[in-house]
Nanobody
Framework: VQLQASGGGVVQAGGSLRLSCTTSGRTFRTYAVAWFRQAPGKEREFVSALRWSGGATLYADSVKGRFTVSRDNAENTVFLQMNNLKPEETAVYYC???????????????????WGQGTLVTVSS
C-alpha cells in the first residue's frame, strides 16, 4: 500500500497541528496504521497507532493526553491530531501501515511494511 503523509509545518510551542496519512488505491480496512517520528540526530520513535479492525489505539507515554489518532469513514485516511506541541517534538513524522499486527506489537517499527515519505513538523520556542 502506498502512503502519503501531509500536514506538517511550523507551529509555536503550545500550538496544534493535524497530520494526515492517506492511501491510494486501497483502503486501510485490514491494516494497522502508525505514526513514528525522527528528530535530527536521534533514533526513530513510536508516536501512535490505530488498528482499523476493532479501532484499538496505542500512544507513546510522552504524547498521551495531547495527541489523538483517528480515522475517516472512507477507510483511506488516518489522522494524528497533535495539541500542546513542544519544541523537542520537532521531527519528521512518518506514517506506516502493516497487516496482521497485534495490538501489543503496534509500537514496533519492524511490524510495518509500508512507509510514507514523512512530513516535517517544526515547533518553535
Amino acid at each position: 500500500v502506498q502512503l502519503q503523509a501531509s500536514g506538517g509545518g511550523v507551529v509555536q510551542a503550545g500550538g496544534s497541528l493535524r497530520l494526515s496519512c492517506t492511501t491510494s488505491g486501497r483502503t486501510f480496512r485490514t491494516y494497522a496504521v502508525a505514526w513514528f517520528r525522527q528528530a535530527p540526530g536521534k533514533e526513530r520513535e513510536f508516536v501512535s497507532a490505530l488498528r482499523w479492525s476493532g479501532g484499538a489505539t496505542l500512544y507513546a507515554d510522552s504524547v498521551k493526553g495531547r495527541f489523538t489518532v483517528s480515522r475517516d469513514n472512507a477507510e483511506n485516511t488516518v489522522f494524528l491530531q497533535m495539541n500542546n506541541l513542544k519544541p523537542e517534538e520537532t521531527a519528521v513524522y512518518y506514517c506506516a501501515a502493516g497487516r496482521g499486527i497485534i495490538v501489543s506489537a503496534m509500537s514496533s517499527a519492524n511490524q510495518y511494511h509500508s512507509w510514507g515519505q514523512g512530513t516535517l513538523v517544526t515547533v518553535s520556542s
